[in-house]
């Protein structure tokens, strides 16, 4: 399937935590985390996101010589089969990850823009405040969508000045934000995607299975494994308001959601 005729790309994630929020983390099982990544592209999806250090509010660091022991055979590995993001805050980690075979550097710290550039990789810069441990304690915005935007703007600019390949924005939804302002900012996705596209970068979307789609009609609560429905859902209004990628857990699905909008808009 081509998820790009609408020049979306749909980012499958593949963590390699032991403590992923989403219960997917495959820890020091590298070949399962390999083979996920393979049914990642084999549905579809255009770039794996390996990633070994969780990011959810709370969790803990991981020192640097198991983050690289975990990710760089995966990386190694589904290079091979297509293209590769490394979503890691460690300089040292990106650069082994990239000379890995990683074309992509995630940084949810949106202060690796330099390196990015340095290495030669295409590059996304993320919003987010503070520390997993502290982050939720950091909400306080005047207005979430300009203060946001402008903070992904600073990120893009560091990185295409140092001559990062290609150059996305994520306003880090979920990450320093309450479940409000969540839902402001995916609301906000076309005017996102419009000021950062006058300055030629991409923006990203990352919703999938996060905390703010658990609150259904009805007041219901949805458990983690209850969230497909709601990240597709948000998937695809992000995709027709003009994000860039989307990165997903659940790749085949959203692939085929893509599939069919962009057959819809035909």
């Known amino acids: 399937m081509d998820t790009q005729v609408m020049g979306v790309q749909v ?132 207005d979430v969508v300009l203060e946001v935007t402008n903070a992904m703007l600073v990120s893009c600019r560091r990185a295409k000045a140092a001559g990062a390949k290609e150059v996305v924005g994520d306003p880090g939804i979920g990450f320093s934000k309450t479940f409000a302002q969540n839902r402001v900012l995916l609301k906000a996705t076309r005017q996102m995607a419009d000021c950062l596209g006058s300055e030629g970068f991409g923006l990203l979307i990352g919703v999938s299975r996060k905390g703010f789609l658990s609150e259904g009609l009805g007041q219901r609560r949805y458990a983690v494994g209850e969230r497909l429905e709601q990240s597709v859902a948000a998937a695809v209004w992000a995709m027709v308001n003009g994000a860039k990628i989307l990165r997903v857990h659940d790749g085949p699905e959203t692939v085929y959601a893509a599939k069919v909008v962009s057959e819809e808009g035909k």
């Open 11 to 142: 980012m499958g994630i593949v963590n390699v935590t032991s403590d992923s929020f989403s219960g997917d983390g495959h820890g020091d099982a590298t070949s399962e985390a390999i083979a996920h990544g393979k049914a990642l592209f084999d549905s579809g999806c255009t770039i794996a996101d390996v990633g070994a250090v969780s990011t959810r509010p709370g969790a803990d660091d991981v020192p640097l010589g198991l983050e690289l022991a975990r990710v760089l055979p995966v990386v190694h590995a589904l290079s091979q089969l297509g293209e590769v993001s490394i979503d890691t805050t460690s300089p040292e980690v990106a650069r082994q990850a990239i000379a890995a075979g990683a074309t992509w550097l995630n940084d949810v710290s949106g202060e690796l823009g330099a390196l990015a550039g340095e290495l030669g990789a295409c590059y996304v810069g993320m919003h987010r405040r503070g520390t997993p441990k502290t982050m939720q304690s950091m909400t306080d915005y005047d």
